[in-house]
C-alpha cells in the first residue's frame, strides 16, 4: 500500500521568512496530493490540493509542487505570519472512488514575531 | 450544507471496558466514511474506511472494529479497550466527485 513521508518534523521559521515542507509517496499509482493545516485543539483541515496532471498550484501565499517522476511534492508558505503555526500533513491517495488518503506524519510550523 | 456530527468529545475509559463512537453525516448520501486515529508522532493513521452501507476496509489489524449500519453512520468499536487504543480519532467524509476529506471534530480518548 501507499506511504507517506513526510520531512522536517519540526520547523521553525522568523515572521515574513518561507517555509518548506516536503513529502515522498511510495505508489506510483497515485495522483490526488492534498495539504492539511491542523491548529492545536482543532479538526485538520484542507488548504490546498494537487493533482498528477499539474506539476504547480498557487494560492495567495501558499504553493504546492509535484515532481512525478521523483514521487515527490512540496508545501511552500511565503511570508509567514504567526497565524500560520499549526501542524502540516501531506497526503496521497489513489484514483479510484473512496480511496483512502495516507497522510504523512506532520510537521509541526512555528512562526516567531 | 453538508456537516458531521462526532461524539463524544472526550472519553475516559478503564482498560478492558467496550468503546463505541459514533458519527453522522448530514447533507449528502453515500458519503465514503473514514475512521483515523491521531497519536503523538505519528500522524493521521487510516484505521477503517467505507464506500458503503455494510462495506467497511480494514487497514491496520488491531482492537477495534467499524460498522455502518445506516447510509450516513459511522461507528468505531471494541469489545475490550487497551491502553494502547488511546489517542484522538477522527472521522471523516469524502463524496462525490470532490476528492476533498471533511473532518469531525474528533474524540479525545484515554484508557487507564
Known amino acids: 500500500g501507499e506511504n507517506v513521508e513526510q520531512h522536517p518534523s519540526t520547523l521553525s521559521v522568523q515572521e515574513g521568512d518561507s517555509a518548506v515542507i516536503k513529502c515522498t509517496y511510495s505508489?506510483?499509482?497515485?495522483?490526488?496530493f492534498p495539504w492539511y493545516k491542523q491548529e492545536l485543539g482543532k479538526r485538520p483541515q484542507l488548504i490546498i490540493d494537487?493533482?498528477?496532471?499539474?506539476g504547480e498550484k498557487k494560492d495567495q501565499r501558499i504553493a504546492v509542487t509535484l515532481n512525478k517522476t521523483a514521487k515527490h511534492f512540496s508545501l511552500h508558505i511565503t511570508e509567514t505570519q504567526p497565524e500560520d503555526s499549526a501542524v502540516y500533513f501531506c497526503?496521497?491517495?489513489?484514483?479510484?472512488?473512496?480511496?483512502?488518503?495516507?497522510f504523512g506524519k506532520g510537521t509541526t510550523l512555528s512562526v516567531s514575531s | 450544507s453538508q456537516t458531521i456530527h462526532q461524539w463524544p468529545a472526550t472519553l475516559v475509559q478503564p482498560v478492558g471496558s467496550p468503546l463505541s463512537l459514533e458519527c453522522t453525516v448530514e447533507?449528502?448520501?453515500?458519503?465514503?466514511l473514514y475512521w483515523y486515529r491521531q497519536a503523538a508522532g505519528r500522524g493521521l493513521q487510516l484505521l477503517f474506511y467505507?464506500?458503503?452501507?455494510?462495506?467497511i476496509s480494514s487497514e491496520v489489524p488491531q482492537n477495534l472494529s467499524a460498522s455502518r449500519p445506516q447510509d450516513r453512520q459511522f461507528i468505531l468499536s471494541s469489545k475490550k479497550l487497551l491502553l494502547s487504543d488511546s489517542g484522538f480519532y477522527l472521522c471523516?467524509?469524502?463524496?462525490?466527485?470532490?476528492?476533498?476529506?471533511?473532518f469531525g471534530s474528533g474524540t479525545q480518548l484515554s484508557v487507564l
Open positions: 471523516a467524509w469524502s463524496g462525490g466527485a470532490s476528492r476533498w476529506l471533511f
Open positions: 505508489d506510483s499509482a497515485s495522483n490526488y
Open positions: 494537487i493533482r498528477s496532471n499539474v
Open positions: 497526503a496521497a491517495s489513489g484514483n479510484q472512488a473512496g480511496t483512502a488518503l495516507i
Open positions: 447533507g449528502t448520501s453515500n458519503p465514503n
Open positions: 467505507s464506500v458503503g452501507i455494510g462495506q
